[in-house]
T-cell receptor, first 115, second 111 residues
Framework: GDSVTQMEGPVTLSEEACLTI???????????LFWYVQYPGEGLQLLLK?????DKGSNKGFEATYRKETTSFHLEKGSVQVSDSAVYFC??????????????FGKGTKLTVNP | DSGVTQTPKHLITATGQRVTLRCSPR?????VYWYQQSLDQGLQFLIQ???????AKGNILERFSAQQFPDLHSELNLSSLELGDSALYFC??????????FGPGTRLTVL
């Protein structure tokens, strides 16, 4: 079945450092890819998404590019802030190609940014 | 604010009991999904409803059931609770796009 693998955390960075969280996927179809963020004590919020190869999703300074050839969707940010401290989840769904609508999540990567 | 509401926010109960979790989707969204988040299993899909009908099932135990009502709100019923059922339960809704919007979750503690 479909699966998502993301880098193990936790990740600890200083403010203004660069961030990369790796995410790779396995899917029989041609899925849409998502990054969700979970702030402490809250639910999941959509951070960004991409629905086809070479699409770049971006939001709040975060970016991720859908790479079909490497089956990857790495999350990047050039300069992190303390307020970015959260758990980040990579996910996929195969809604548009007749596959499963459910979201398949990676295990999550906890990011802590120190001032 | 995603527009998805869940009640209650916290629930503490004893083993063997039965509880009901409630979810109201975003206005106009016909699809409702339930997920369980636990430390050992991560985020797992449980079940999906679309306009009142069950659409897909995931790793949902037989002790768990759900339904979606004509006003599109959904309830997840958990019975014969065990310690291992302690988790965060999320509801998500989806409209015409492929994006699921999540509620704040219900934290269930089984003592």
């Amino acid at each position: 079945g479909d699966s998502v693998t993301q880098m193990e955390g936790p990740v600890t960075l200083s403010e203004e450092a660069c961030l990369t969280i790796n995410c790779t996927y396995t899917a029989t179809g041609y899925p849409s890819l998502f990054w969700y963020v979970q702030y402490p004590g809250e639910g999941l919020q959509l951070l960004l998404k991409a629905t086809k190869a070479d699409d770049k999703g971006s939001n709040k300074g975060f970016e991720a590019t859908y790479r079909k050839e490497t089956t990857s969707f790495h999350l990047e940010k050039g300069s992190v802030q303390v307020s970015d401290s959260a758990v980040y989840f990579c996910a996929l769904s195969d809604l548009w190609r007749g596959g499963s609508e459910k979201l398949v999540f990676g295990k999550g990567t906890k990011l802590t940014v120190n001032p | 604010d995603s527009g998805v509401t869940q009640t209650p926010k916290h629930l503490i109960t004893a083993t063997g009991q039965r509880v009901t979790l409630r979810c109201s989707p975003r206005s106009g969204d016909l699809s409702v999904y339930w997920y369980q988040q636990s430390l050992d299993q991560g985020l797992q899909f449980l079940i999906q409803y679309y306009n009142g009908e069950e659409r897909a099932k995931g790793n949902i135990l037989e002790r768990f059931s759900a339904q979606q009502f004509p006003d599109l709100h959904s309830e997840l019923n958990l019975s014969s609770l065990e310690l291992g059922d302690s988790a965060l339960y999320f509801c998500a809704s989806r409209g015409d796009t492929d994006t699921q919007y999540f509620g704040p979750g219900t934290r269930l503690t089984v003592l």
